[in-house]
C-alpha cells in the first residue's frame, strides 16, 4: 500500500500578531504622550518630591529621600529629563533604542517620574551587573512598588549571596526611617495612595473595571510568569493597577536569559523540579 502523503501546515508564532497589536497600542499611546506636552502641565511628580509644601504626597517614596531631591532641586524638570536620557547610555545600544520609542518611557518624562531608572537597574541586574543589581534592591527599599516584585524574588532566588546584603539595606532603612519620626506617616501614605490608584483614571489594567478582585489572578499570573521566565510580563501582573510608565519594565522581555549557572552557586531558573526525578529515574 501506498503511504498517505501528509501536508504539514506551517506553524504561526503567536507572539507576531500579539507583540505587533501591543506596539500599535504603544504607537497610539506614545502620540497621546507627546500631544500632552503641548496640552498640559509637565512635571507634575517631579513637583511634587521637590516641593515640601504639598505634604505627605512626597512621603510614598522613602522619607530618606527627601534631602536627596532637595539636593537636587536646583536641576528642574528639565535636568531631570536630561537624567531620564542619560540613564538610557547605561543599557545595550538595542535597548536603549526601543525605550525611546516607548510611550512608558515619554509618560515618565512627562510626569517627571522615577520608574526609568528603576527599570534601567532593572535590565542591569537580571543581565548580572553587580552595581545594577546594588542600585535596584536599593531602589526597591527606597521606592516600594508590586511592579518591582518579581524582578526583585528572581534577583534574591537565583544570586543568593545578595540576601544578607538586601536585608542588611531594609535593616538600616528601616531603622533610618523609625529614627526621623516619620515612618507611621510614610507607611500610612504609601499604602493609602496605592489603594487609591486603583480603578483610577491612569489605571491602564483591569483593576480599572474590576477593582481588586482581578488581583488574585494577577498575583498568580505574576507568579507563573516569573517561574517561566517571562520576569517582565510579570512584573506588570504582579501590580494591582498599571500606570503606563510601569511598561517600561518589558524591556526585560529583551533581555537575554542567563544560563542556570551564569555566576558560582546560582540557583538554576527557572527551576525544574523534574531535574531531580529525572535522575533518580
Do not use: C
Request: aromatic share 14%.
Amino acid at each position: 500500500m501506498l503511504a498517505r502523503s501528509r501536508t504539514s501546515v506551517p506553524s504561526i508564532d503567536w507572539r507576531l500578531p500579539f507583540y505587533g497589536a501591543l506596539w500599535a497600542v504603544n504607537a497610539v499611546l506614545l502620540v497621546v504622550t507627546i500631544a500632552a506636552f503641548f496640552a498640559a502641565d509637565v512635571g507634575v511628580d517631579w513637583d511634587v518630591y521637590v516641593n515640601g509644601s504639598q505634604g505627605d504626597l512626597v512621603y510614598r517614596y522613602s522619607p530618606l529621600l527627601v534631602p536627596f531631591f532637595d539636593l537636587i532641586a536646583p536641576i528642574g524638570y528639565l535636568g531631570w529629563t536630561a537624567l531620564h536620557f542619560a540613564v538610557l547610555l547605561l543599557l545595550p545600544g538595542r535597548l536603549a533604542l526601543i525605550a525611546l520609542i516607548m510611550a512608558p518611557f515619554w509618560n515618565d518624562i512627562y510626569n517627571g517620574n522615577t520608574m526609568t531608572f528603576v527599570a534601567v537597574a532593572a535590565v542591569l541586574a537580571v543581565r548580572g551587573n553587580r552595581w545594577g543589581t546594588l542600585a535596584f534592591l536599593t531602589l526597591a527599599v527606597l521606592m516600594p512598588r508590586p511592579v518591582m516584585l518579581p524582578v526583585l524574588g528572581y534577583l534574591l532566588w537565583t544570586r543568593r549571596e545578595w540576601v544578607i546584603p538586601f536585608a542588611g539595606i531594609a535593616a538600616v532603612h528601616a531603622l533610618a526611617v523609625v529614627a526621623t519620626g516619620q515612618w507611621e506617616t510614610w507607611i500610612s501614605t504609601l499604602v493609602g495612595t496605592g489603594l487609591n490608584d486603583i480603578g483610577a483614571g491612569a489605571d491602564l489594567g483591569p483593576s480599572r473595571f474590576l477593582g481588586l478582585w482581578w488581583y488574585p489572578a494577577g498575583l498568580a499570573g505574576a507568579l507563573w510568569l516569573t517561574v517561566k521566565g517571562h520576569i517582565g510580563w510579570a512584573s506588570i501582573f504582579a501590580t494591582p493597577y498599571w500606570l503606563l510608565p510601569y511598561g517600561l519594565m518589558l524591556l526585560l522581555e529583551a533581555v537575554p536569559r542567563p544560563s542556570a549557572q551564569a555566576s558560582r552557586g546560582a540557583a538554576q531558573w527557572p527551576p525544574e523540579p523534574s531535574t531531580a526525578a529525572g535522575r533518580a529515574g
